[in-house]
C-alpha cells in the first residue's frame, strides 16, 4: 500500500511542476514532441464523447418521450447523467492521486462505455435512464481527469492554451452533437447516438495507452508489472499483508466517505424535490418541502463535517492524502470559490439555454431533431472561437481576470437577447441572438479555471493535491451547474406551461399532465400562432428569463474576481516564475 502511494504521488508532484526539471520545462515552453500531440489528442476525443453524451440527449427528447410514453421523467436523461457527473468530480481526483492518472481515466472510460451500452440497448425509460446514470459516473472521472492531465503535461504558461483545446471538444460536439443526433433520431434509430461513444472511446484508451507513460514506464512494461503482480497475489499473502484498519481509515478519510455521503444525499434529495415539485407533487405538498429542506441541511452539514470535524475525527493529522473532499483552506477561499462561483452560474443558465433554444424549435415549430440541432451552430462555433482566443491570449499577454469580466458581460447581453425570441421572431433574429452566450461562455470558462488554479501556493508540500482539487472542484461546479440548468429550465417551463394551459380554459388541454399536453400537441400540431403555440413560447420566454437572472449573478462574481495573472518571462529568463499580484 505505501509503494504504490508513493509512486503516485511521486507522479502527481511531477507532473504538477513542483519539482526544478519541470518548473524549467514550463518556463522554456519547449516544443510539444508528437507523442505529446497525440496524448492531448487522445484526451480531447474522451472529452468529445463525454460532451457529446450531454448535447446529443437534447434531440431525442420528444422521440424518446413520445415510444416510451413519459416526457415528465426525459429531465432525468440530462440529470441521470449530469448529477453523478458532479457528485462524482471530486471522488474521481482524490481516486487519480491514490492510484495514479492512467488507470483511473482508463476506468472512468470503460464505465462511460458500460453506461452508454446500457443507454443504447434500453427497452424502457427506466433502464434508459440506469444507463445515464453508468455513463455519469464515468463521464465525472473523464471530465475531471482530462483537464487534470492535459494541465499537468505542460508547464503553467502554456496551460491557458492546453485548457481552451481541451474545452474545444465541448465545443466541437455541440456543433455535431445535435447533428448527428437529430440524423440519426431522423433517419435511423436515437439508440445511435449511444452505439458511437463506443468506437470512439475505443480509440482514445489506445491513443492514450501508446502515449502516456505512467512513472516514466512503456505501455509494455506495465502490462508486464500488472501481469506479474496478479500472478503473485494470494488470498493468504494479502491478509497477512494489509492492516483492516487501516484500511477501513483509508476509506473513511482519503475519500471523505462521510462528507462525501452527505454532500451527495443533500444534492439528490434537493433536485428530485425540484423535479417532482408542480409534477408528481403540488410544490407546497409535504413530501416536495421535506425533500427541499432536507437536501439543503445535509449539504449544509457536509460542508460543517468537511470544514470543521473532520480534523477532529482524523486519526493520521499528518498524512496529506487524509483530508476532507471540500477542503476550508482551498474552497473557502475568496479568490477559488468566487470563480467556481461564476462557472456554477453560467454554466446553469447556459445549459437551460442549450436545452429549449432546441424544445423552441422542435415544440413550436415541429422542426426534426435535426433541424432542432442545426439551430444551435450558432452558439457552438462562438464558443470555439472564443476559447481559442482565450488559451491565445492569455498565454501571451498572461490576462485572465479582462477576460473573465469580458465574457460575464457578453453573457449578460446574450441571455438578454435571448428573452426576444418568441414565435413571431425572424429567421435572423432566431439566429443572432444565439452568438453571445457562446462567446460568453468560451471566454469564462477557460480564465474561471485558470484564475482558480493561479490561487496554488506551489511552494506548499501539498501543493500537487491541491493542483489536482482545485480543478477537480472546478469540474464539480460546471457539472453541478449544468445539472441544476437543466432541472430548474424544466421546472420553470412545465410549471409556466401548465399555469398558463389552466388560465386559458383550452378544451383538448383540459385535466392533462404536461407530459399529455406535450404528447398532444406533437400529435396534434395546429402551427405556431396557433394559442398553445403563443403559450409554449411564453413559456419558454421565462426559462430564458431564469437563464438572464444566472447570466447577471454570474457578472456580479467576475467583477470580484482575484487580479492574479501570469508573468509573461521575457526571452533571456530560464526560471519560471510565472505568478503576479496586481
Not at 259 to 287: M, R
Request: glycine share 10%.
Amino acid at each position: 500500500m505505501e509503494e504504490t502511494k508513493y509512486s503516485s504521488q511521486q507522479e502527481i508532484e511531477e507532473a504538477c511542476g513542483s519539482d526544478a526539471s519541470l518548473n524549467a520545462r514550463g518556463s522554456n515552453d519547449s516544443p510539444m514532441g508528437l507523442s505529446l500531440y497525440l496524448c492531448l489528442a487522445s484526451l480531447t476525443l474522451v472529452l468529445f464523447i463525454t460532451a457529446l453524451d450531454i448535447l446529443i440527449v437534447g434531440t431525442i427528447i420528444d422521440v424518446v418521450a413520445e415510444q416510451f410514453g413519459n416526457y415528465s421523467k426525459t429531465g432525468w436523461l440530462v440529470t441521470g447523467y449530469s448529477l453523478p457527473n458532479a457528485i462524482l468530480s471530486l471522488i474521481w481526483g482524490r481516486f487519480a492521486s491514490i492510484i495514479g492518472f492512467q488507470h483511473s481515466l482508463i476506468l472512468a472510460i470503460l464505465i462511460f462505455e458500460a453506461g452508454s451500452l446500457i443507454a443504447a440497448l434500453a427497452s424502457s425509460m427506466n433502464m434508459l435512464i440506469v444507463g445515464r446514470v453508468v455513463a455519469g459516473v464515468g463521464g465525472s472521472g473523464l471530465q475531471t481527469l482530462c483537464f487534470v492531465i492535459g494541465c499537468t503535461m505542460v508547464g503553467e504558461r502554456s496551460r491557458p492554451l492546453v485548457i481552451s483545446i481541451l474545452s474545444c471538444a465541448f465545443a466541437v460536439a455541440a456543433i455535431v452533437g445535435p447533428i448527428i443526433g437529430g440524423a440519426f433520431t431522423t433517419h435511423v434509430t436515437w439508440r445511435w447516438c449511444f452505439y458511437i461513444n463506443l468506437p470512439i472511446g475505443g480509440l482514445a484508451i489506445i491513443m492514450f495507452l501508446l502515449t502516456y507513460k505512467a512513472e516514466n514506464k512503456g505501455i509494455l512494461q506495465q502490462i508486464k508489472d500488472a501481469i506479474g503482480t496478479i500472478s503473485s497475489f494470494t488470498f493468504s499473502k494479502f491478509r497477512h499483508q494489509v492492516n483492516f484498519k487501516r484500511l477501513m481509515n483509508g476509506i473513511i478519510f482519503k475519500f471523505d466517505f462521510f462528507g462525501f455521503a452527505l454532500c451527495s444525499a443533500g444534492l439528490v434529495l434537493f433536485l428530485l424535490g425540484l423535479t417532482f415539485g408542480g409534477n408528481k407533487y403540488s410544490w407546497n405538498s409535504g413530501q416536495v418541502i421535506a425533500y427541499l429542506v432536507l437536501g439543503v441541511l445535509l449539504f449544509i452539514f457536509s460542508l460543517v463535517y468537511d470544514f470543521f470535524l473532520f480534523d477532529k475525527f482524523n486519526p493520521e493529522p499528518d498524512n496529506i492524502s487524509y483530508r476532507p473532499l471540500l477542503l476550508r483552506r482551498l474552497v473557502a477561499k475568496p479568490a477559488i470559490i468566487i470563480v467556481n462561483m461564476v462557472t456554477f452560474l453560467l454554466c446553469t443558465g447556459y445549459n437551460g439555454q442549450m436545452i429549449y433554444s432546441v424544445q423552441f424549435f422542435q415544440l413550436i415549430f415541429a422542426s426534426s431533431a435535426w433541424k432542432a440541432g442545426l439551430h444551435l451552430i450558432p452558439i457552438v462555433i462562438t464558443n470555439v472561437i472564443a476559447a481559442i482566443a482565450s488559451g491565445v491570449i492569455t498565454k501571451k499577454l498572461g490576462l485572465v481576470k479582462p477576460l473573465l469580466i469580458f465574457g460575464g458581460v457578453l453573457g449578460v447581453i446574450g441571455a438578454g437577447l435571448m428573452t426576444l425570441m418568441t414565435n413571431t421572431s425572424t429567421k435572423s433574429t432566431q439566429i443572432g441572438v444565439l452568438l453571445l452566450p457562446g462567446f460568453s461562455l468560451g471566454f469564462a470558462l477557460q480564465a474561471s479555471l485558470m484564475s482558480a488554479q493561479l490561487q496554488i501556493i506551489k511552494d506548499r508540500p501539498e501543493a500537487a493535491m491541491d493542483f489536482i482539487e482545485v480543478t477537480a472542484f472546478n469540474t464539480f461546479m460546471k457539472s453541478l451547474g449544468t445539472t441544476l440548468g437543466g432541472v430548474l429550465s424544466t421546472t420553470v417551463f412545465s410549471a409556466s406551461f401548465h399555469n398558463k394551459v389552466s388560465r386559458a380554459h383550452l378544451e383538448p388541454y383540459e385535466g392533462k399532465t404536461v407530459d399529455d399536453m406535450i404528447l398532444y400537441r406533437l400529435q396534434n400540431y395546429d402551427g405556431s400562432h396557433s394559442t398553445i403555440g403563443n403559450i409554449l413560447s411564453d413559456s419558454i420566454k421565462n426559462v430564458f428569463w431564469m437563464d438572464l437572472g444566472f447570466y447577471a449573478l454570474g457578472f456580479l462574481f467576475c467583477s470580484f474576481s482575484s487580479n492574479k495573472k501570469l508573468i509573461i518571462p521575457k526571452k533571456d529568463e530560464t526560471s519560471e516564475d510565472n505568478l503576479e499580484d496586481k
